[in-house]
């Protein structure tokens, strides 16, 4: 099966710090992906990779950045946390579109906590 | 731009049946369907084509209507084990990386 695995369960951290989120995932998916989860909001798209050093902004990057070096790893970076960024964040991986798995593997999630 | 899913909560009893609805006010290509139980991931259920087509997952169904732009998950006699929220998730073009999803529908089913 595929795994995604992020770093942190749960991260607390103080205004105006740089905070990063780690991702791994182990199947060699090309695609990877940062959700941010509010309650009735679902799931919000903050940025993603569809191949080793390609990025794109996502629904809500305001805020974030991203770096994806190595093709198994996606990072979400907080370049001065605030509190409206208190949140659950996902990180998830899939194949290419056009292969036959389509769907998405998501991490356990890390919630964030900025006091 | 994020479909609309209805109702926002469900509450059924085992063996109750209850219908899910995702909606786009644009064209789709594709809807996928996911569960989260409280505390873990989301878990990819199905994912439905351009077409018409229904799938299942155990006794999960779902129907999509690109001439509607929605689909619907069908939970049918449900189980204990189907209490979750349910997510749907859409893409609008065939070379579309992402997903836009829903903001839940949080099913409740007690014995």
């Known amino acids: 099966d595929v795994k995604v695995t992020q770093s942190s369960r749960y991260l607390v951290k103080r205004t105006g710090e740089k905070v990063f989120l780690e991702c791994v995932q182990d199947m060699d998916h090309e695609n990877m992906f940062w959700y941010r989860q509010d309650p009735g909001l679902g799931l919000r798209l903050i940025y993603f990779s569809y191949d080793v050093k390609m990025k794109e902004k996502g629904d809500i990057p305001e805020g974030y950045s991203v770096s994806r070096e190595k093709k198994e790893r996606f990072s979400l970076i907080l370049e001065s946390a605030s509190t409206n960024q208190t949140s659950m964040y996902l990180c998830a991986s899939r194949a290419f579109p056009g292969q036959k798995v389509y769907g998405y593997t998501f991490g356990s999630g890390t919630r964030l906590t900025v006091v | 731009q994020q479909p609309v899913q209805s109702p926002q909560a469900v509450i059924l009893r085992e063996g109750e049946d209850a219908v899910i609805n995702c909606s786009s006010s644009k064209a789709l290509y594709s809807v996928h369907w996911y569960r989260q139980k409280h505390g873990e991931a989301p878990v990819f259920l199905m994912i439905?084509?351009?077409?018409?087509e229904q799938k299942g997952h155990e006794k999960i169904s779902a129907s999509f209507n690109e001439k509607k732009q929605q689909s619907s998950l069908y939970l049918t006699a449900s189980q204990l084990s189907y209490s979750g929220t349910y997510f749907c998730?859409?893409?609008?073009?065939?070379?579309?990386?992402?997903?836009?999803f829903g903001a839940g529908t949080t099913v409740t089913v007690r014995a």
């Open positions: 998730g859409t893409r609008e073009r065939t070379y579309d990386y992402k997903l836009s």
């Open positions: 439905l084509l351009k077409g018409g």
